[in-house]
């Protein structure tokens, strides 16, 4: 009897491993037709209005995944007796460890005014957060390497869009794969995320006001036209 629990989480495994590889290979499929196109479009930089930073929105994302571990700790501290295992048992080992031991953890426990409320705190505002964290990631790097490449890439439509819904479905497959009482919730909160984050990269990436041209701090081409002419585009 028990092989066949066995057989079906590898048969879970296999076909999750299989549509990751089609997302993947789908994604780059869709980055080397958008790719081009974006790097055509030469953005010239903003003179008006104000803007954001990706690494403004990095350090943002990193916060709030910081201060929610802290509140999901505390969280099972206070209302579970510091047990997590009411989420670790639908996982594997080792992914919902807890420093309910943490005397910070502890403190912020006791001070929680009304601690069910927080309960969104597991899993589900991680979730939200992934995304985010991915795109304004990729953001900082790429503006550090060329303010021009940056607007170009993630002020283009398509190729946020299609990079936000290829994470958005390997994260949801994950998900999928693992399945909890929360799966559900969590796929719905990483569709609003997605919704939420594309358009709000391409808002702050159109509105930067870094320079167009000049030496990169990688060394890297700065512009886009002439990126894509050395590379044959």
């Known amino acids: 009897m028990a092989a066949r629990p066995a057989g079906r989480r590898i048969r879970r495994m296999n076909s999750t491993a299989l549509s990751i590889d089609a997302a993947v290979v789908l994604s780059v499929a869709a980055g080397l037709r958008l790719g081009p196109r974006a790097l055509k479009r030469i953005a010239a930089p903003r003179r008006d209005g104000w803007t954001v930073r990706p690494e403004v929105g990095l350090a943002v994302v990193v916060g709030a995944v910081y201060l929610n571990q802290l509140v999901c700790a505390a969280y099972v501290v206070r209302v579970h007796g510091g047990d997590a295992s009411f989420v670790a048992r639908h996982l594997p080992p080792g992914w919902f460890d807890q420093p309910v031991g943490s005397p910070l953890v502890r403190a912020l426990a006791e001070r929680l005014p009304e601690p069910r409320v927080f309960g969104p705190s597991v899993l589900r505002v991680q979730a939200f ?92 081409c700065t512009s886009p036209s002439r990126c894509g002419r050395s590379a044959g585009w």
């Open 129 to 220: 957060l992934e995304l985010p964290f991915v795109l304004f990631a990729y953001g900082t790097v790429l503006r550090r390497l060329s303010p021009a490449l940056y607007r170009a890439v993630c002020g283009s439509g398509p190729l946020v869009w299609a990079t936000a819904l290829s994470y958005t479905a390997v994260f949801s497959v994950v998900e999928w794969a693992l399945r909890n009482p929360w799966t559900v919730q969590d796929v719905l909160i990483r569709a609003v995320s997605a919704a939420v984050t594309a358009p709000l990269v391409l808002a702050r990436a159109r509105r930067d006001r870094g320079p167009s041209t000049g030496p990169g701090r990688a060394g890297c």
